[in-house]
């Protein structure tokens, strides 16, 4: 579990460009859009690529999105669940 | 400036609905859509998709054209010559040559069709160097206009989804200005698998027949296609004596400034471009009698779009339709495509349907028009909007 | 009656660095094959959320745009409109690489949407809260001349009071590789400047080059732009009509100008468009900047700079003179700035000190 969120931070940080920031500083239940990381509607349907290309997870509706993509938590529970590689 | 605004005396489209100005007036008396599975090229977003795409090839619209075999004509190109000679020839502009005419055309993907089907030859082979410098936006207006013979004030505009309707506000602005006597504008955008898989990553295509303005709309369909109208000073209108087919009386270009690809909720930018549209014209919101709506069935569009329209004409929203069920959207094309939509309303005295439409939107209190409709027009406003926020509006009023 | 037009500010990214008072004198001569522009520090001058996703084109944009309204003390202005040849190449790049590398599959959105030409205004617009008029030309090498005509009509008509006018290409790697597949640009192990120049082919570069006009002259205005005139054609026979028509609708005479900046850019079938112009100006000091800007389509906006530098600070860096034999001292008046490429896009514009 530690090791999934260690490799989805740093899949973020690098698909999305973010500069200056290490896994270390994104905490585990911190808010990934809005307030928290700041991320907005670009970044999530980057997401949705990632779950696809890394995770073998297909999001049809980007508004499913927006449960998933709460948080590395939330993130880490579906990834597990779902993962098809 | 002069009172009745510019007049319109010509005007050529090629779309998924029809080759020629009747053709497509025919498709919009008949409900008849122009959507389908693509065919002129493969991707694997085939059967995912459906698109409003022209189904003469590229080599068929070469031989219409009358070109040479080793042409260096993308299809954006192809597209745009060929509504074009329609334009002039629909404005009889053969001869004349004193008169100072410019050209001023817009696209979107430009030469991107052929970059992506030969670009990755041209490091190794010089076969298809040819199609490189066919690549950027501007070399598609030169082929035109050297088509046409047209030599002079002759540029391109490229703002996304609104580019024709800049384009014709331009060229609207120079004849005003009396920099030029008579200008074609209007776009081309031909499909390509850049701009279907764009718009595949942005999860904004339906994979039915768009719905636009109904509660349940699940997206766009892209379209291709291409038109240009002839422009001319009232001046010179009345020296030869012209048939006006309409005049454009008023055009705005505002900025949402929002976000990079979403419309924001209350459509500032639509607004914006809508008001200054009828202030151009000097008219008011009541004297619109139809409104061609960008509409082009995305969930943000429509809901930003009806919003705009909510706050220009309050509680008395004019018929109004989205046409992008019959033609799909068009991109840079779309403003021109609409312009010849809009025009053909005001000589029918005719509102074009809204297809699919079923369940009306609970954020909005308007319904679009959703079988053909014969009542007499006056004037007609056509929205344009695009990513970066670009709004645009046109109006045209019965000649 | 028409409002007269003027240069209020100026900033720019460019292969000489960024716009500033030792600009021309510290600039060099470009002899490699491709140029790339002199990046500032964008820190702090760009937020961190914005700049994730910028491209150098935008980058550069941005921080031309914010100079040039800085120079002038413009917040924002009522307009935006700027002209690039390729647009945002480099993410149209990325898309088209992926696009092939993947097969349509995995593909993501960012690189899409900012591939539209669009994008350096729409952003710049995004930063400022500019709701105002917004449009991008492209048209090759007057896609920059297209939008001087534009925000002309916008500021003599006075629809408007301040537009920020721009003109920006950035290199793109496999665009930049084409060019030079096709033989447009010179290749890679080529060391020439436009005067050394043998090979075929020109030095290319990038840039980014802002200008706040304005319908009033204040204390930083640099000059005056007089107007433009854009021709997609011309034959060398035609060159005299071409001048003299649009020089007698502005009521002035060749001998009126002082100094013509011209493009020449080292191939011999462009440069001989600017000795045929040359030849019609006699009294005219022939003045060239290519060879320090490099050419990309929207690189004639560097003449711009070269003309109301010149006019606001009454004299020539020496690095501008074509000729070896530089003139005596004279007063700067009327400069006229002529551009092409490979025949195509012409475009006059006559500025003048105010």
């Known amino acids: 579990m530690t090791a999934l969120k260690e490799e989805l931070k740093r899949q973020i940080i690098e698909v999305l460009h973010l500069e200056d920031i290490t896994p270390a500083d994104i905490q585990d239940e911190e808010a990934l859009f809005g307030e928290g990381l700041g991320l907005d509607s670009i970044d999530a349907l980057e997401l949705i690529v990632l779950m696809d290309k890394t995770y073998g997870i297909k999001l049809a509706d980007p508004k499913k999105g927006r ?18 590689k | 400036m002069t009172d009745r605004g510019v007049a319109v005396t010509g005007m050529g489209i090629i779309s998924a609905i029809g080759e020629t100005v009747e053709e497509n007036l025919w498709s919009l008396l008949a409900g008849k859509h122009g959507l389908s599975r693509i065919a002129n090229f493969p991707t694997r977003l085939r059967e995912q998709i459906w698109v409003g795409e022209q189904k003469k090839t590229n080599d068929e619209l070469s031989a219409s054209l009358g070109l040479s075999e080793r042409n260096a004509f993308t299809r954006t190109a192809l597209l745009g010559a060929y509504a074009a000679r329609q334009a002039l020839e629909s404005a009889n502009m053969q001869g004349a040559h004193d008169l100072r005419t410019g050209f001023i055309s817009s696209t979107s993907v430009g030469g991107m069709d052929y970059t992506e089907r030969y670009g990755p030859t041209y490091l190794t082979s010089p076969e298809w160097h040819r199609y490189i410098p066919s690549h950027p936006a501007g070399d598609s207006s030169h082929k035109i206009a050297e088509y046409l013979g047209i030599k002079g004030l002759v540029t391109t505009v490229s703002t996304a989804c609104s580019s024709a309707a800049n384009a014709i506000m331009m060229g609207a602005r120079l004849i005003r200005s009396r920099r030029l006597d008579r200008v074609i504008v209007g776009g081309t955008d031909a499909l390509s698998k850049f701009t279907i898989n764009g718009f595949h990553t ?13 509660m349940h709309r699940k997206g766009l369909n892209l379209g291709e296609g291409a038109a240009y109208l002839v422009l001319e000073s009232e001046e010179i209108v009345q020296r030869q004596g012209k048939k006006v087919l309409a005049y454009l009386t008023g055009y705005g270009n505002a900025n949402d400034a929002f976000h990079q690809t979403a419309s924001s909720e209350n459509g500032e930018g639509a607004f914006l471009a809508m008001q200054k549209a009828l202030a151009v014209a000097q008219l008011t919101p009541q004297a619109i009698d139809y409104v061609n709506a960008h509409g082009t069935a995305t969930p943000n569009n429509d809901l930003s779009e ?21 033609t799909g959207h068009t991109l840079a094309a779309a403003g021109a495509i609409e312009a010849v939509y809009s025009i053909l309303a005001l000589q029918q005295d005719m509102v074009p349907p809204n297809l699919h439409f079923d369940t009306p939107m609970e954020e909005l209190d308007m319904i679009p028009e959703t079988a053909v409709r014969h009542r007499s027009l006056s004037h007609v406003l056509s929205n344009s909007f695009g990513f970066g926020g670009n709004c645009s509006s046109l109006i045209f009023s019965k000649a | 009656m028409k409002k007269s037009v003027f240069i209020n500010g100026i900033g720019a990214v460019t292969t000489q660095g960024i716009w500033r008072s030792e600009f021309f004198s510290e600039a060099r001569v470009l002899d490699h094959a491709i140029n790339a522009a002199e990046q500032p520090a964008y820190k702090g001058f760009i937020s961190p959320g914005a700049i994730r996703r910028m491209s150098r084109g935008i980058k550069m944009s941005m921080y031309a745009a914010q100079q040039a309204l800085g120079e002038s003390f413009v917040t924002i202005p009522d307009a935006i409109i700027t002209g690039t040849g390729l647009g945002c190449s480099e993410d149209s790049d990325k898309f088209l690489r992926s696009l092939w590398e993947n097969d ?9 949407i900012q591939s539209t030409h669009n994008t350096v ?3 710049i617009a995004l ?6 008029y917004n449009v991008t030309h492209v048209n090759g090498a007057s896609s920059f001349e297209s939008a001087l005509l534009d925000t002309l009509m916008l500021l003599q008509t006075g629809e408007e009071e301040h537009v920020l006018l721009g003109g920006v290409d950035e290199i793109a790697e496999q665009t930049y590789s084409f060019l030079q597949a096709g033989g447009y640009i010179k290749t890679g192990s080529v060391r020439e400047t436009v005067k050394t120049s043998v090979s075929p082919g020109v030095n290319y570069a990038e840039g980014a080059h802002f200008f706040s006009m304005s319908a009033g002259r204040v204390a930083s205005s640099y000059a005056e732009i007089i107007d433009v005139k854009l021709q997609n054609e011309l034959e060398g026979s035609q060159m005299r009509s071409f001048l003299q028509d649009f020089l007698t609708t502005k009521d002035l005479h060749p001998e009126d100008i002082d100094a013509v900046i011209l493009g020449y850019n080292g191939d011999e079938n462009d440069d001989l468009f600017y000795d045929a112009l ?6 005219a000091t022939p003045l060239y900047y290519k060879h320090l800007s490099g050419q990309y389509d929207s690189c004639s906006a560097f003449g711009l700079m070269v003309a109301a530098f010149v006019l606001k600070q009454q004299t020539v860096p020496s690095i501008l003179y074509w000729n070896e034999k530089i003139p005596p001292n004279t007063t700067w008046k009327n400069i006229l700035i002529y551009n092409q490429y490979k025949g195509k896009d012409h475009s006059l514009v006559v500025v003048r000190a105010c």
Not at chain 2, 203 to 214: N, S, T
Request: negative net charge.
């Open chain 3, 104 to 112: 349509e599959q995995f593909l993501t959105p960012t690189s899409f």
């Open chain 3, 278 to 283: 040359w030849q019609e100006l006699p009294l």
């Open chain 3, 121 to 123: 205004a729409a952003q």
């Open chain 2, 306 to 326: 009806g919003r705009a329209m909510q706050r220009i004409f309050k509680s008395n929203v004019p018929p109004f339709s989205s046409t992008k069920p019959f």
């Open chain 3, 127 to 132: 930063q400022l809260s500019c709701k105002g």
């Open chain 2, 202 to 214: 942005l999860m904004i295509l339906a994979d039915a027949p768009c719905q636009p303005f109904d």
């Open chain 1, 67 to 84: 449960d998933i993509f709460q948080s590395i938590d939330t993130m880490v529970a579906y990834i597990s669940e779902h993962r098809t």
